[in-house]
């Protein structure tokens, strides 16, 4: 029979949980602290609303919508889930930002969700369309990119 070692009441979950919270409340250098949270998700939310309504301002969809109303309707579902997906990585970057995270991450985060919902809106005014996609594109894969290298 082998002998039982004494329990210390603390496992190695527990320990490596602990430091793990001190890392995290510590924060990394350079990192965004808690009271930075607040201006981050303001900034987060007016950015957004900014270039939407930039993007409804900038754009027309008479052009398409007198031509086309197959193309047109065609096009405005594509918007549509594209809001949602805009929305949705939107309101990810909102819960990223309150926690412990760079300012450079922040930033990429932020405005990649901006760039994402002003091409939505530009692609659902059917305005400047090649662009619009390409930016919307470009947003979703940088926000991808920097979640894929955030460590902190």
Not at 3 to 30: H, M
Not at 59 to 83: C, N
């Amino acid at each position: 029979m082998a002998a039982s070692v004494p329990s210390t009441g603390f496992s190695s979950e527990r320990i490596v949980f602990a430091r793990l919270l001190r890392r995290s409340a510590r924060g990394a250098p350079g990192a965004v602290q808690s009271s930075a949270v607040l201006p981050l998700r303001s900034s987060l939310v007016a950015g957004c609303v900014l270039a939407v309504v930039f993007a409804a301002w900038v754009g027309d969809p008479s052009a398409y919508l007198h031509t086309d109303l197959a193309l047109s309707r065609l096009l405005r579902g594509m918007a549509v889930i594209k809001a949602v997906i805009a929305i949705a990585a939107a309101g990810a970057v909102f819960w990223r930002v309150g926690l412990p995270i760079s300012a450079k991450f922040a930033a990429s985060y932020v405005i990649s969700a901006w760039v994402m919902a002003g091409s939505a809106m530009l692609i659902w005014q059917l305005s400047y369309l090649p662009p619009a996609a390409v930016l919307f594109h470009v947003g979703a894969l940088s926000m991808l990119v920097v979640g894929w290298r955030d460590r902190s």
